[in-house]
């Protein structure tokens, strides 16, 4: 019987129930894809991140329920809070090697640790999609751009809060929606909508913030930031723009630890 410690952990936040909850398992070796997408889907969270150490760091890799993804802030974040708590690890940056965004590297310092992502444009979208507007339920006032994702640009923060979208309207867009605005008592604020997956909001997206800081940085004329994701659970992030890189920096907390037990 092969055991396999298992973590859950809640990223971007310094207290359980808060930020958002991923998975992490530390593996000897790589196991066969099927076997990663299984496990996904029996731990139920949004992300599981696997990583095997190797003699630069650490080979990292995302896995949802449905299928595996080629980015992931809050597993990151999650994975490191292992790696920097529970694994002995001697030093203050790790550095994981991925399959589709190359080499990433996290810093701490203290309680923090930072995230050093590859930076998204993204460009006005002239037309946007009728669909996109009536399924958050808002007039067609807004500003729409897309990268990776819609990213819906809004007045305020209250109008963030108050939307309570069609989620399985979204669909056929055929992609995720970000929907952000100047925050109250934080730069900038967003919510991000998943249709289609298993989790149709995410709590906090460290993702889709490679897309949100190089606009904010360039719409307020600043690089260095703080950031909410204000959905249900919520999260505080600390983010910079840094040439095309972005660095996004949160806390995290361990909820559970257990072992996972294979035949």
Not at 30 to 58: I, K, Y
């Amino acid at each position: 019987m092969q055991e396999i410690d298992f973590y859950l952990v809640d990223a971007f936040s310094n207290e359980a129930f808060g930020g958002n909850a991923a998975a992490v398992c530390p593996l000897e070796e790589w196991l066969p894809d099927e076997t990663l997408l299984r496990m996904a889907q029996q731990h139920n969270q949004s992300e599981t991140a696997f990583f095997v150490r190797t003699d630069e760091g650490f080979a990292l890799r995302w896995f949802t329920t449905q299928y595996e993804i080629n980015l992931c802030g809050h597993a990151t974040l999650a994975a490191s809070h292992v790696i920097f708590e529970y694994l002995d690890y001697p030093h203050t940056e790790i550095t994981f090697s991925t399959r589709f965004v190359g080499n990433l590297t996290v810093k701490r310092n203290g309680d923090w640790l930072t995230l050093n992502f590859p930076a998204w444009a993204t460009e006005v979208v002239d037309t946007p999609p009728a669909l996109l507007f009536s399924s958050l339920g808002i007039d067609g006032a807004a500003e729409v751009r897309v990268g990776r994702d819609y990213m819906v640009v809004l007045e305020n923060q209250q109008q963030v809060e108050a939307l309570t979208p069609d989620i399985a309207a979204m669909i056929p867009l055929g992609k995720m929606v970000c929907v952000t605005a100047p925050g109250e008592h934080d730069d900038f604020v967003s919510r991000f909508f998943c249709p289609g997956e298993g989790v149709p909001e995410d709590p906090v997206t460290g993702s889709t913030h490679s897309m949100l800081i190089p606009y904010w940085s360039k719409k307020l004329g600043k690089t260095q930031m703080k950031a909410r994701q204000v959905s249900a659970r919520g999260g505080d992030l600390r983010c910079e723009l840094t040439g095309d890189r972005v660095l996004i920096g949160g806390q995290a907390s361990l909820y559970l630890k257990g072992k996972i037990y294979m035949r």
